[in-house]
């Protein structure tokens, strides 16, 4: 099982700043089959990214996934008020699929 | 507009039986497989597992008390889940797809509790 590690848990910042978000995995996610997904409180998972750096459609530009193998990314470029929410990053490459354990972005 | 509403939720008892739904719509539902997830209060999303063309995978924490079916006439995903332990308590939700999920549904709440 490939265990997916999420890092910070928390990030406070403020809008308009920059957000990166880093997921570690302990084994190479084949074919960077690594998906984003942002959740806010009582709702279900949105799909940002897949295939580590496509955005999903209809998803703003100021979103951007990357890397590969067992490191990946996501970057917020300005937050905006919207944007506070928790955010996991999903493999799919092997089963079981697995889930970091979520970074929740607060306002500072 | 696609859409997967789940049902079937409620409070049980432990060691009872529920059977959840998912309705899609919008979509040819045999085209897709169909992932359930669950999420307990307060914690991360755990995968439980698939059904794509009459084939079905598990994850071992689930694996025999839980089952995933459909029914491609009335574009409905199953998931059975028995003997259910206090740790079983979450939001199930359904997603469209096997490996990422552009569409997921609201969730159907499950408390096992006496």
């Known amino acids: 099982e490939i265990v997916l590690t999420q890092s910070p848990g928390t990030l406070s910042l403020s809008p308009g700043e920059r957000a990166t978000l880093s997921c570690r995995a302990s084994?190479?996610?084949?074919?960077?089959?690594l998906a984003w997904y942002q959740q806010k409180p009582g709702q279900a998972p949105r799909l940002l990214i897949y295939?580590?750096?496509s955005r999903a459609t209809g998803i703003p530009d100021r979103f951007s996934g990357s890397g590969s193998g067992t490191d990946f990314t996501l970057t917020i470029s300005r937050l905006e008020s919207e944007d506070f929410a928790v955010y996991y990053c999903?493999?799919?490459?092997?089963?079981?699929?697995?889930f970091g354990q979520g970074t929740k972005v607060e306002v500072k | 507009e696609v859409q997967l509403v789940e049902s079937g939720g409620g409070l049980v008892q432990p060691g009872r039986s529920l059977r959840l739904s998912c309705a899609a719509s919008g979509f040819t539902f045999g085209d897709y497989a169909m992932t359930w997830y669950r999420q307990a209060p307060g914690k991360g999303l755990e995968w439980i597992g698939v059904?794509?063309?009459?084939?079905?995978e598990y994850a071992a924490s689930v694996k025999g008390r839980f089952a995933i079916s459909s029914d491609e006439s009335k574009s409905i995903a199953y998931l059975q889940v028995s003997s259910l332990e206090t740790e079983d308590t979450a939001m199930y939700y359904c997603?469209?797809?096997?490996?990422?999920?552009?569409?997921w549904g609201q969730g159907t709440l499950v408390t096992v509790s006496s």
């Open positions: 295939g580590a750096s």
């Open positions: 999903q493999q799919y490459g092997s089963s079981p699929r697995t």
């Open positions: 997603a469209r797809g096997s490996g990422w999920h552009d569409y």
């Open positions: 084994q190479v996610v084949g074919s960077s089959f």
């Open positions: 059904t794509r063309r009459g084939t079905t």
